[in-house]
C-alpha cells in the first residue's frame, strides 16, 4: 500500500432515514474529506449489516485510520437501537490493518434490548476475516436525583493561543539545511485534508524533530474540533466523531513519556481503544484531550485521555494499549542511554 494519505471512497444507492449515511460520493476530494458525516458514514446493506462508505490512509500508515473504522463501527450499532438510547461505553480491539482498497462490512449482533441499557457486538470484516471486534454499550438518560463529579480540567492556553498544525509544520520549512526527505515528508503533510484539527498545546522544536528525542513527559494535551461546523445537532453524529478523533494521538503519548518521537519510532500501532461516553459534547466546538502513560513494558503502551469541552466539563475518557517499538535509530540511542546509565564512572558522579 501506498505511504501517501490518500481517500477512497465507495458508492452504494441504497440510503436509510436511520443512519447517517453518504449524499454524493463523488464530491471533490477536499470537500468530501473535511464532511465529517460522510466520513463517519455506512450504509445499511442487510438487517444489522452495515458497509463503510470512505477509508482514509494516514500519512506514513500501513492501513486505514482506525478511529474511522471505531466511529463507522459506533454508527453500525446506534442504527440499531431506539432514538431515546445514546452510547455510554465502547471496548474494542483493533486485529489486522485494515485494508482502504476494498469497503469495511460491519456485522451487528444484537445482545440485548432492555429499558434502560442496550447492549450491541460489531464485528468489522474484510475479505471474511475480522479485523476489528467492539461492544457497543447504550443507555437511556438517567432520571432523578444524581450523583456527580469529575476531575478538573487542566489549565492550559486557549486554542486560539496555540499555533495550527498547518503553521508548525510552516514554521519547520522555514528550517535551514532541512534534510531532503524530511523536507518531502513535511510539504506531503501540508497537503493532507482531514477532518478534524488538531493544536498541539507543547509543540517540538525543528531540533526536536530531526533529532527525534526530547525532554521525557507521560503527559500531552492538543485541543481539536472539526473543521466544518455541523448543521446538524444530532448526538450520535457528535458522539462518533469524538470517537473518531480520540484514537489520534493517544498511544504516541507512551513514546513521547519515554523521550522519543517522529523517526525514532519504528512502530506506533493502536491494539485496543475504550472510551466511557460521560455527557453529550459538539465536535464542531474546541475539546481539550489531556492525555497521560503510566507504563510502557514489552514492547507496549499505555495511555489514559480525558476530553473536556471549552467549559471543563468532562465529556468522556479514553483507553488506549498499542506497541510503541523503537526504529533501528531509536534502538542505537537508547542503547547508548542504557549503557550511559551503567557506566559505572558515570554512577560515581550521581
Known amino acids: ?38 466520513v463517519i458514514a455506512v450504509e445499511e446493506i442487510d438487517t444489522n449489516l452495515y458497509m463503510s462508505k470512505e477509508l482514509w490512509v494516514p500519512l506514513g500508515s500501513r492501513g486505514a485510520f482506525g478511529g ?9 450499532a446506534w442504527c440499531t437501537v431506539g432514538d431515546q438510547f445514546r452510547i455510554h461505553s465502547l471496548h474494542s480491539y483493533f486485529i489486522l490493518p485494515c485494508n482502504a ?15 434502560t441499557f442496550a447492549t450491541r457486538s460489531v464485528t468489522a470484516v474484510q475479505r471474511g476475516k475480522p479485523i476489528f471486534i467492539a461492544s457497543f454499550s447504550f443507555a437511556t438518560p438517567e432520571q432523578g436525583i444524581r450523583l456527580v463529579h469529575q476531575a478538573p480540567m487542566p489549565d492550559v ?8 498544525e498547518i ?7 522555514n528550517a535551514d539545511d532541512l534534510p531532503t526527505a524530511f523536507r518531502q515528508y513535511l510539504e506531503k503533510r501540508l497537503e493532507d485534508v482531514t477532518p478534524i484539527e488538531y493544536r498541539e498545546v507543547h509543540t517540538h522544536s525543528t531540533e526536536e524533530m530531526l533529532k527525534g528525542t526530547v525532554e521525557p513527559s507521560a503527559v500531552q494535551r492538543r485541543w481539536f474540533k472539526s473543521y466544518n461546523k455541523l448543521d446538524s445537532d444530532d448526538a450520535k453524529l457528535h458522539a462518533c466523531s469524538i470517537a473518531y478523533a480520540s484514537d489520534s494521538g493517544l498511544i504516541i503519548t507512551a513514546a513521547r ?18 472510551i466511557w461516553f460521560h455527557t453529550p459534547a459538539r465536535i464542531d466546538e474546541w475539546l481539550l484531550y489531556d492525555m497521560h502513560s503510566p507504563r510502557t513494558s ?24 498499542g506497541l510503541v517499538r523503537l526504529s533501528e535509530k531509536g534502538q542505537i540511542l537508547e542503547k547508548q542511554k542504557t549503557d ?3 557506566d559505572p564512572a558515570n554512577a560515581s558522579k550521581l
Not at 167 to 173: A, G, P, S
Not at 257 to 273: I, P, R
Open 101 to 115: 482498497d476494498i469497503p469495511v462490512i460491519y456485522k451487528v449482533q444484537r445482545l440485548r434490548d432492555g429499558k
Open 68 to 76: 474511522q473504522v471505531v466511529a463507522q463501527a459506533l454508527n453500525s
Open 340 to 342: 550511559n546509565e551503567n
Open 257 to 274: 513519556a519515554n523521550g522519543y518521537v517522529y523517526d525514532t519510532m519504528g512502530m506506533v500501532v493502536s491494539l485496543d481503544h475504550s
Open 298 to 321: 514489552e514492547g507496549r503502551g499505555i495511555a489514559f485521555g480525558k476530553i473536556y469541552s471549552r467549559d471543563g466539563t468532562l465529556v468522556a475518557t479514553t483507553a488506549q494499549e
Open 1 to 38: 500500500m501506498s505511504h501517501a494519505r490518500r481517500t477512497v471512497t465507495f458508492d452504494i444507492k441504497k440510503k436509510t432515514a436511520d443512519c447517517v449515511v453518504l449524499e454524493d460520493a463523488r464530491r471533490n476530494s477536499k470537500e468530501y474529506s473535511q464532511d465529517m458525516a460522510k
Open 157 to 164: 492556553e486557549k486554542p486560539e493561543d496555540v499555533p495550527s
Open 167 to 173: 503553521e508548525r509544520v510552516r514554521e519547520w520549512l
